[in-house]
């Protein structure tokens, strides 16, 4: 319909356009702008006339298209498997797969040979993975209050890398494979930083984190981006590890043999955060921020919290966050997280990056398009052990899930407001022994501050217009006292209206110059 109706303005245009030349003398070059081309009053009105006609039309032509983006019918009709594909000209929105996963580690230390393949759901293909990890090193007063360890996060990162992408060369990484004492492979001293550096400079460039002209895009079309000039992009100027280690773009496609490249990670304590993306859309990442609010002891100490990544691709915000809330399972505990959350929405501030005075990319986590929290939030059922553990032995979730704290809570109007969850058919993802399908509160002999009320801790929730939730499952890995939780979402995003470049007679300007590019960054 859009498509329609933007080529019926189209040829309207050219009417009025071939009608206003017979009047104008042919004295000036292309490279003029439109203001100087038509030096009368009827020609201008007879543009603005026009420039209201296509307007009007572009508007109309997405609400349709949104409505139908929105309609459940349009939902149930899209193929999942050819999403991401490329998009006529006319089209504006995009849809895309994002898979989100949530792990507390229990500050185990993998080895070199766990393989996270089913964990990643890597078969699937999603087109990006955004992955959040909790206590990837136990929360003692060393890695609280002295030195952050950052040698498992580089562990977690090559095996990511390494399920996403393949084997690699641990060498040339900064690993050094050794075979241990039991015959498992493990790492010697990686470095997080070279790891880091590594998987998102392979083969190429870096772009300052600012990076609203697209280097692909400038090269092939010597176009710009509409928010920022040219004059505040240098090709030259690229910046150093020290200057954007919290905001690395990737612009380089790796290698032929990479399906996936690293956007961002970042670790404070025991939450670490990474975002990885096929490496072929790397290019239309930008304003990559990230904001890490401390939550623990005292409310200022790592050991709990969140880290916040806030970034754009094509024209659309989106803004995940992997959270750490307050533990415990006392009546009152709940309040506590409430809380955090409150105060994690109020404190986190993304810097301002952007070189251009008019941006509008947001500084709160609400104010983005798209946005994922998934993490250890902690939330307990309201049970007793006895009662909680005849509810699980049944296999009864919906009659446990309507004691779970967090549902209380948010239906309470207490937290979360206005977010959404996939409803859960899974069994609680917390806490098992060790290695072990049993909880702790099923009779296993532990000290008595270590039982727990099996609880669904780990969650992920969205916030947003746009976003479908296409599972909702748990991963059955023993490695830790937590299960990991995976969703996969398909979102809507905003793509520029560039379409095919055409000259409308002696004009120089472009049909995508006369429609506005639809843009969520500007009201």
């Not at 040979?113 to 909790?134: A, H, R």
């Amino acid at each position: 319909m859009f498509h329609d109706s933007f080529c019926l303005h189209y040829h309207s245009f050219q009417f009025y356009n071939n009608y206003s030349l017979l009047q104008m003398d042919n004295e000036f070059e292309d490279t003029q702008a439109v203001s100087d081309m038509i030096p009368s009053n009827q020609q201008r009105k007879k543009q603005s006339f026009i420039w209201k006609v296509l307007t009007m039309g572009e508007r109309n032509g997405r609400t349709m298209e949104r409505g139908s983006i929105d309609s459940h019918e349009a939902l149930s009709d899209l193929s999942i498997q050819n999403q991401g594909s490329v998009m006529s000209s006319c089209e504006a929105v995009q849809n895309f797969r994002v898979f989100a996963a949530t792990w507390n580690v229990g500050g185990q230390c993998p080895s070199g040979n766990l393989d996270l393949s089913d964990f990643l759901q890597v078969q699937n293909e999603p087109d990006m993975y955004v992955l959040g990890f909790q206590e990837i090193v136990p929360l003692n007063a060393g890695n609280v209050l002295v030195l952050e360890d950052n040698e498992p996060a580089a562990k977690w990162l090559a095996l990511i890398n390494q399920s996403l992408n393949g084997p690699s060369d641990f060498t040339s990484n900064g690993l050094k494979p050794t075979a241990s004492f039991n015959g498992s492979l493990f790492f010697q001293k990686p470095s997080l930083k070279k790891i880091k550096k590594t998987f998102k400079k392979l083969n190429g460039k870096r772009l300052k984190s600012c990076n609203c002209v697209l280097e692909m895009e400038r090269k092939a079309a010597k176009d710009f981006c509409f928010r920022c000039q040219e004059s505040n992009f240098n090709l030259d100027d690229s910046s150093t590890e020290e200057e954007d280690d919290n905001f690395p773009i990737s612009v380089a496609l790796a290698t032929n043999q990479m399906k996936y490249s690293l956007v961002t990670c970042k670790q404070m304590v025991g939450i670490f955060v990474s975002v990885w993306m096929k490496k072929e859309l790397i290019q239309y990442v930008g304003h990559l921020r990230i904001c890490s609010t401390s939550r623990g002891i005292m409310g200022c100490l790592g050991n709990k919290g969140c880290i916040s990544v806030s970034m754009s691709f094509y024209q659309t915000s989106f803004c995940f966050i992997c959270s750490h809330l307050a533990s415990g399972e006392k009546e009152g505990d709940e309040l506590r997280r409430n809380l955090d959350v409150i105060e994690i929405l109020k404190n986190t501030q993304f810097p301002k990056i952007c070189k251009n005075q008019y941006s509008r990319m947001p500084d709160k986590i609400l104010d983005h398009d798209r946005i994922i929290w998934f993490g250890d939030l902690n939330y307990r059922i309201s049970l007793s052990r006895d009662d909680a553990k005849r509810l699980v032995e049944m296999k009864d979730w919906p009659s446990l899930f309507n004691k779970d704290q967090l549902k209380m809570e948010r239906e309470a109007g207490r937290v979360f407001k206005g977010w959404k969850e996939g409803k859960i058919y899974f069994a609680p993802t917390y806490k098992y022994a060790f290695n072990s399908d049993t909880y702790y509160a099923e009779g296993v002999k532990v000290s008595k501050n270590k039982r727990r009320t099996p609880a669904w801790c780990d969650r992920i929730l969205w916030h947003g217009r746009g976003i479908q939730q296409l599972s909702y499952v748990r991963k059955e890995f023993k490695f830790s006292d937590h299960r990991p939780v995976c969703s996969t979402f398909l979102v809507e995003v905003e793509v520029m209206f560039r379409g095919q470049k055409k000259k409308l007679s002696n004009f120089n300007f472009q049909i995508h110059d006369l429609v506005p590019t639809r843009s969520s960054y500007y009201s």
